[in-house]
């Protein structure tokens, strides 16, 4: 029974700590529990909220935060709820503008003292979309049904928007989404199903590991838009005009691979960006580093072709051959190709559970790197002219999904609806006040 009711006020983006969710066992049985929710990056800080519990004493609970190996707050939490009742901690806390480890210490007479839950936070990432993007941003919508459209025109309540199969269109309702930091581009969908392996579909996979991408995000605070919500068609000129829409910082199509056969002692990921652009170049090549450092470690007889690495691919006028980058100019742009889901084996080794959480945390970490760092990443990779094309993308043969209607083309399972019905987190209680941690005000980094 501990485990429902710890449930019922956890907030919604904390029940993917999990591990966190099993009682204390082994020396620490009985002992107060505790763990940190979400790290919220704000503008000169992290917004932390912890959630506490103990289920044999309706004790105050003793904490400490600690940030990069430093107490920055500490107290009793108060017991609103008595045994077993957990609570929730939120607190604002300054910081140094970067990547930080944050950690959760409790205190007990009984037990000593144990850090229980350590994670890494970041404070909000410098805005690297130009000021023209930003200027021109128009916002996107999320339709009724759960389908994100870009905003050509109008306002609340009467909006001109273009459907996924490229018609112009008005919308009453929607929610409104001026921009984000991140666009998130699940390759192909519906009719396209992208590369196939045994017993998977790359439309499948991509949409898998872009919604867990944009869940990591979310958890640090950052925001993105998915560009395709559901199964459905989505032409790539709708997805680039979704990203242009919406000024990200990036405009990353996740794409799993097919076709190769040349057998490689490592992994063949390829990462394209766009041409002409410095930081979509900086990012793919951190991207492909690694993505390739963390597949290495997989047991896997891998295949590639000449194109592995970060690169450049080119349309024999020496244009962008993908029109992820091309129709989108002057956004930073890359695609992932993680790995070949043709190959058996590289196949089978997505189909295990965890490899598409992997997959979204290693990008996350790219991101990160990307953000924070100067680092200029693998120089493995080429450009090169090559007219081929896959033939998919495009508006022929389009059938829109419903943008209105009660029905909603992302309609949670019975299981999770039940899910969120057990969930009614509590306010959380403010205990800590705004909390200076940092060397000096002005490190030389950028504010946002
Ligand atoms: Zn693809």
Redesign the pocket.
Known sequence: MVAALVLSVIPASAQSDEPQLAPAIGPWLGAPRGWISSLQAIDGGIELEAVLADRDSAAPIDYEIVVDDVVVASGLSPRPGGVGAPITLAAPVTLDPGLHDVCLRLNDRRFGSRTVDCQRGTTAPPIKASEALRAGATGALVSPTGVVVPVTGGTQGDWTVTTPCGAPTRLTAGEFIPNARVVIDP??GGSES??AGPGIL?KNLNLDVSERLQAELESLGISSVITRTADYRVPIRTRADIATALAPDVFISV??NGGARRPSSRPGTEVFYAIGSTESERLARIMYEDMVDALDDFNVSWVSTVNEGASVRLREDGMDLYGIHRFSPGVNSIITEFVYLSNPSEASLMKQSGMAQFEAEVIVDALLRWWWTDDQGSSRGRQFTDSSSTGTGGFDGCDDPPLTGSRSLTTPTREDALASALVDPPEPVSLIPALYLGTEPDSGLPDN
């Open positions: 390759g192909h992208g590369a790359e794409h799993h």
